[in-house]
T-cell receptor, first 113, second 120 residues
Framework: DAKTTQPTSMDCAEGRAANLPCNHS???????VYWYRQIHSQGPQYIIH???NNETNEMASLIITEDRKSSTLILPHATLRDTAVYYC??????????????FGKGTLLTVNP | NAGVMQNPRHLVRRRGQEARLRCSPV?????VYWYRQLPEEGLKFMVY????????ESGMPKERFSAEFPKEGPSILRIQQVVRGDSAAYFC??????????????????FGAGSRLTVL
């Protein structure tokens, strides 16, 4: 029941930028896009989230298109430790004014030496 | 400030036994979410609790599974009469407030390292 679409897998060379796309064409005007990643066998880790403006933090940058129907997560200088499954998520209503995050299949990013 | 603590990290049970998984959220967090990850699959939402209340249990099987988050103590995910299909990693996450979504550090989930249940 995820509301996003991501490629199944991507490769990236170590030291290069990794650009991970996500389509969320049904997103509503006030919904944020969240990105998490899961390194093998570990708990998911929050990366970044945004509404309509581009966002940047110490981990990554998030570029959201003007129509908000898609976004791209950018890891500027990928390292081998960035190999993980990356999830693009739009929150889902969970009863009343509560929300939850539902994870799709994500994109397996493999950073190669 | 410790993160989300889950225990046990690994649990082995025989078919028909009970499994209890515990989750201590980040200090001050009153919202807890449980997810299940079957081998080679993605995370599936199970249940969302807010101190003593179940907010959303739409992802939890109707039978054998229950969850609680008492006023004092950790959140517990309980699986009765386990079957081999229950073998999975169970992740707990917490947040300080409901996910209103605004640009603040409060609107993210912090995950634990997971509890891996193996049913023999």
């Amino acid at each position: 029941d995820a509301k996003t679409t991501q490629p199944t897998s991507m490769d990236c060379a170590e030291g290069r930028a990794a650009n991970l796309p996500c389509n969320h064409s049904t997103i509503s005007g006030n919904e944020y896009v969240y990105w998490y990643r899961q390194i093998h066998s570990q708990g998911p880790q929050y990366i970044i989230h945004g509404l309509k403006n581009n966002e940047t933090n110490e981990m990554a940058s998030l570029i959201i298109t003007e129509d908000r129907k898609s976004s791209t997560l950018i890891l500027p200088h990928a390292t081998l430790r960035d190999t993980a499954v990356y999830y693009c998520i739009v929150r889902v209503e969970s009863g009343g004014s509560n929300y939850k995050l539902t994870f799709g299949k994500g994109t397996l990013l493999t950073v190669n030496p | 400030n410790a993160g989300v603590m889950q225990n046990p990290r690994h649990l082995v049970r025989r078919r028909g036994q009970e499994a209890r998984l515990r989750c201590s959220p980040v200090k001050g967090h009153s919202h807890v979410y449980w997810y299940r990850q079957l081998p080679e699959e993605g995370l599936k939402f199970m249940v969302y609790l807010q101190k003593e209340n179940i907010i959303d249990e739409s992802g939890m099987p109707k039978e054998r599974f229950s969850a609680e988050f008492p006023k004092e103590g950790p959140s517990i995910l309980r699986i009765q009469q386990v079957v081999r299909g229950d073998s999975a990693a169970y992740f707990c996450a917490s947040s300080p407030y409901a996910l209103t979504g605004e640009r603040s550090g409060a609107n993210v989930l912090t995950f634990g390292a997971g509890s891996r249940l193996t049913v023999l």
